[in-house]
């Protein structure tokens, strides 16, 4: 039996070190052509890595004839801190009460990023979006009373987080019949426990190209260097809890605006209306001006036993070792083939 063509080929681009590899190889020819890049704005990237997408689109991309859709699902830091948009962001938490530690879900990645890659998909396969019609939720208004301050007894009207205050939606559907894409996903051979067909839909079929050239991250690294690309960064959020010391030592004394706004958003985070637990960004659960981002020796900080044993684990020093992919989110743990979920 005949497989069907896919009718397009698209690259999921977080402008890290692997999906700027795959970039760089379809435009050399070494990998087939691509129609397309898919880049999920979650406006909380770090200066670095908008510089380098501009780059990369400029001296790659548009000489190779590959267009680079940006989109985007809102921005991040703004909308959590927004008492009415229902989004969050993991966190480490404790109770001032009791002194329990915790750790608050990730819903970051379906939000920001794959939804709204998804939505182009539909759009570059020829999916029609409906007229706008008026929105339900806040009856065309654009402004209502979120469900969730109700609950505690707050009546204060505020945008419509729905329809983005506009009073209206346009929705877009589904592709034709039958109409489907290639999609890349940039994970090396490292990242093997990160592969899955978890985010495949009908009309999304996933690919990972590095897997099948045997390429790892190093030889990703050595392959940019080759080519005068000597400073990719990881993709993830400026905010995101995920990050170890070595990065955040590296924002705070390489990037000042970029650690201002992270400092910024820890202090606004950490309470919130009906939370009775703190939320912090770094794993100490201190202030993140206040936490214990440089290597000192254990007998000059005074910490509780859990996190001795955290602080002095090497994913404390060096965080996540992986980028945030909207098809795998960051875990706080090295994930190897063992972790892979059945498909």
Known sequence: ????????????????????????????????????AIFADTGGEPDAVYEHLDKLEAEVAKPAGIPIYRVSNGSIEKDVLDPDQQRSLPAHTRDPETGEDGMLNRRCTQTYKLTPILRQTRLLLGAATSDPSPCRYCEGSGERVAPWRAKRGDLTPGPCSVCNATGFLARVGQPPGGAWTETWIGFSTDEIGRVSDRGDTRYSKSRHPLLELGMSRTQCDAYLKHHGWTSVEKSACRVCPFHGNAEWRRMRDTDPKSWAAAVAFDKAYRTGPGLRHERFLHISRLPLDQAPIDKIR????????????????????????????????????????????AV
């Open 298 to 341: 254990r007998s000059e900080w005074q910490m509780d036993t859990v996190f001795d044993a955290a602080y002095e684990a090497e994913l404390a020093e060096q965080g996540d070792p992986d980028g945030c992919s909207p098809w795998a989110c960051r875990s706080g743990q090295p994930v190897t083939a063992a972790d892979k979920p």
């Open 1 to 36: 039996m005949t497989t069907p063509v896919a009718a397009l080929r698209l690259l999921s681009l977080g402008a890290g070190v692997q999906s700027t590899v795959l970039l760089m190889l379809a435009a050399e020819g070494r990998l087939p052509g691509l129609d397309g």
